[in-house]
């Protein structure tokens, strides 16, 4: 069964600060996602990685996948108040076409 | 079109009421899904639709009710819910099974 575990829940930080999120997933997937979603909103897309080694960067945000280690990233660079909310990852399990999230982590940016 | 409409918003309703869901997409996708999101919790697949035909049914129970009437219209008719089905449903769609989904706003539904 695939799990999905993210941490940390909850981030507090100064803006101006780096800070990476961590996704582990328990079996092998073919793709993963990473989501923002504000309170009360939908769910944004902000990247997708298919394969090892994949990175991908928006702005002050960077993604990456390492398939081996079954481990996805998201690093955030010089935070700033705007980028407050709470980030998901999200694993595609192999054949299945089940997406699981991950809980989520609620980031707080301090002005 | 690039967006993933819902209706309504917001939703009311009682424990003895039918209600629907309605979720529109025009971007051509074949694949269309539904999700509940509890409050600080993240969101869980319910069903998946493929062409119009149900493929996955994440055993949930028979007090919702999904419909594809066509490839840019998903539905889900609900009955008889419980207090503890308030939530906010999310409805998403994808080229196809396993591309990229695109979510739409969402409806809050209270149950009361």
């Known amino acids: 069964e695939l799990k999905v575990e993210q941490n940390p829940l909850f981030l507090s930080m100064q803006e101006g600060k780096n800070y990476t999120i961590y996704c582990n997933y328990s079996t092998t997937s073919d793709r993963l996602y990473w989501y923002r979603q504000d309170p009360g909103k939908s769910l944004e897309s902000l990247f997708v990685l298919l394969s090892n080694g994949a990175v991908k960067q928006e702005g002050r945000l960077m993604a990456s996948l390492d398939t081996k280690a079954r481990l996805s990233t998201l690093h955030i660079t010089a935070a700033v108040h705007d980028l407050s909310a709470t980030y998901f990852c999200a694993v595609e399990n192999t054949g299945g076409f089940k997406t699981i999230f991950g809980a989520g982590t609620r980031l707080f940016v301090k002005a | ?112």
């Not at chain 2, 309605?22 to 996708?29: D, I, R, S, V």
């Not at chain 2, 819910?81 to 449903?89: F, I, N, R, W």
Request: contains cysteine; charged residues 20%; glycine residues 6%.
């Open chain 2, 1 to 112: 079109d690039t967006e993933v409409t819902q209706t309504p918003k917001h939703l009311v309703m009682g424990m003895t009421n039918k209600k629907s869901l309605k979720c529109e997409q025009h971007m051509g996708h074949r694949a269309m899904y539904w999700y509940k999101q509890k409050a600080k919790k993240p969101p869980e697949l319910m069903f998946v639709y493929s062409y119009e035909k149900l493929s996955i049914n994440e055993s949930v129970p028979s007090r919702f009710s999904p419909e594809c009437p066509n490839s840019s219209l998903l539905n889900l008719h609900l009955h008889a819910l419980q207090p503890e089905d308030s939530a906010l449903y999310l409805c998403a769609s994808s080229q196809g099974l396993g591309y990229e989904q695109y979510f739409g706003p969402g409806t809050r539904l209270t149950v009361t």
